[in-house]
């Protein structure tokens, strides 16, 4: 699929864009290629693009001492960017890595705004965006604090069961905030029984 498809089916899942709309998108973007390891936003950075993941893994994370914390793990069909950094423009209190090769459509915050003030479908484009991070945000908190650390690992493998093997352990353990030998002893349990189990 072309890179721009991926991302043209993916807006319209959330609005109707004509095909003059888009080529002023496609025009404003460009295609990144990032290798495995590489970061993409460093802490203390401030965030200029954002970017929607056509192929790859990226890993958000954040210091705490010297250990990392991993926040979110993001995969094709989603937009990311260290996203208070972008939208304040205060230096970014998170890491972006790039957990595989990625090939990322970039657009950085000055075409962006460039395009908010060209037409109101471009301002409906904005207001998506800013839904969508809240939505996952708001998603995640809840996960976090309303599941035990047995319902947060049966969530993460029943919904993303494509990451668990993309995704090294240790990152998994951090992500869903469980003891990495409590995520080894609940990932051997679903070996034995690899039934899927629900959260109750």
């Known amino acids: 699929m072309d890179n721009f498809r991926a991302l043209q089916e993916f807006l319209g899942r959330f609005m109707p864009l004509s095909g003059e709309d888009f080529a002023i998108l496609k025009k404003k973007s460009s295609v990144i290629h990032i290798r495995k390891k590489d ?3 460093d802490a203390g950075d ?3 693009y954002l970017y929607f993941v056509v192929k790859g893994l990226i890993r958000e994370y954040f210091y705490k001492g010297s250990q990392q914390v991993t926040t979110d793990l ?3 069909g989603t937009i990311t960017g260290s996203v208070t950094s972008f939208f304040t423009g205060a230096p ?3 890491c972006l890595q790039a957990m595989e090769p990625c090939s990322l459509i970039a657009i950085h915050k000055g075409a962006l705004e460039d395009l908010y003030r060209s ?5 409906k484009f904005g207001r998506i965006i800013t839904t969508h991070f809240l939505l996952q945000q708001e998603k995640q ?3 976090y604090t309303r599941l035990n650390p047995r319902e947060r690992f049966l969530h993460f493998v029943n919904e993303y069961s494509h990451l668990v093997q993309r995704v090294p352990q240790k990152y998994l353990a951090s992500f869903l905030q469980i003891k990495p030998e409590t995520f080894s002893r609940m990932k051997h349990m679903i070996r034995k029984n690899p039934k899927k189990q629900s959260v109750s």
């Open 74 to 76: 993001i995969s094709e």
């Open 141 to 143: 908190i809840l996960n």
């Open 39 to 41: 970061i993409i936003t």
């Open 92 to 94: 970014s209190h998170f």
């Open 119 to 123: 037409n109101r479908n471009w301002e």
């Open 46 to 48: 401030t965030e200029l």
